[in-house]
């Protein structure tokens, strides 16, 4: 969702949030067709919803801070279910290039893993809608493009800011960190590419090739947390820690190369942004 070419950006940011809130309630409409992809269409929309009430926030509107709180939270109950069915689905794909005991391993896990039915996310669904009708009433700060501009620009510092904690210290926890901040500029990116199509919208699809890199990166993350958990007979063990091996391996590499390609986009983002 973009933000309207004829309306004031401060009016249209109020309008996207509002419209992404409505969305994620009405995919949680679709639970009985398909639960775990409706509440990961939910999750993401959610996910847009906030970085839209982040750069109102940052642009004045204090009002701003207290539903994208509540959306994160509605979030996290979302989550579970939802990285179930990731882990699930990797485990499958690892086992399809694995044989003998690390096979073995891998489709265990997909089996424990799920794919599970959400928590109780039906009770969620009314009050996104009164959170989308409060929203669409929210008053909306004055944002010229200007300060649009410089938003993003604080928005890709904070990003950067992330990155340099990730590149000293490039724990899967700080990877993560960082990936939501690259999210997050992708997000308003994509809001401001109508408004600002030169420069936003020459750098949204370099970040968001570069998000999907870090996303398979903490994919890998995800499912090592769960193969460490889980309980194998005493003879599949050493099966286990090969596998464990494997899958670190895979993501220190990947993490490399990322924090490699993040200079370059990085300096590529600061002359787009800067551009008028």
């Known amino acids: ?14 309008k996207v949030a509002a419209g992404l809130t409505l969305d ?3 995919h949680l409409a679709d639970l009985a067709t398909d639960p775990v992809e409706s509440v990961h269409r939910a999750r993401v929309a ?3 919803a906030r970085s839209a ?4 926030e940052k642009a004045g509107a204090d009002w701003a801070l207290a539903p994208r709180y509540r959306l994160a939270q509605w979030g996290v109950q979302m989550s579970s279910a939802r990285e179930s069915a990731v882990v699930a689905a990797l485990a499958r794909k690892l086992a399809r290039r694995l044989e003998g005991a690390e096979r073995d391993v891998a489709l265990l896990l997909a089996r424990r893993a799920g794919p599970r039915r959400p928590r109780d996310p039906e009770p969620i669904r009314p009050a996104l809608l009164q959170e989308a009708q409060a929203l669409v ?3 909306a700060p004055a944002v010229s493009p200007d300060r649009l501009r410089a938003l993003l620009r604080e928005s890709l510092e904070r990003a950067d800011r992330r990155y340099w904690a990730a590149a000293m210290t490039p724990t899967p926890e700080a990877i993560h960190e960082w990936r939501k901040a690259v999210i997050v500029l992708r997000d308003q990116l994509a809001m401001a590419a109508r408004r600002w199509p030169l420069a936003a919208g020459a750098g949204l699809p370099l970040l968001v090739r570069f998000a999907r ?4 990166g903490g994919d890998l993350a995800l499912l090592g947390r769960r ?9 599949a063990e050493p099966a286990r820690q ?18 490699q390609r993040w200079l370059r986009l990085d300096r590529r983002l600061v002359r787009l942004l800067g551009e008028g």
Do not use: F, W
Request: a positive charge.
């Open 137 to 139: 009433g929210a008053p």
């Open 1 to 14: 969702m973009c933000l309207p070419l004829n309306r004031s950006i401060g009016g249209g940011l109020v």
């Open 242 to 259: 090969a596998l464990l091996a494997r899958l670190e391996a895979d993501r220190e590499a990947r993490t490399v190369l990322a924090l």
């Open 53 to 56: 009430l982040r750069l109102l």
């Open 213 to 216: 890199q870090l996303g398979r």
């Open 227 to 235: 193969l460490q958990r889980l309980r194998v007979p005493s003879a």
């Open 24 to 26: 994620a309630a009405g």
């Open 46 to 48: 959610l996910k847009r």
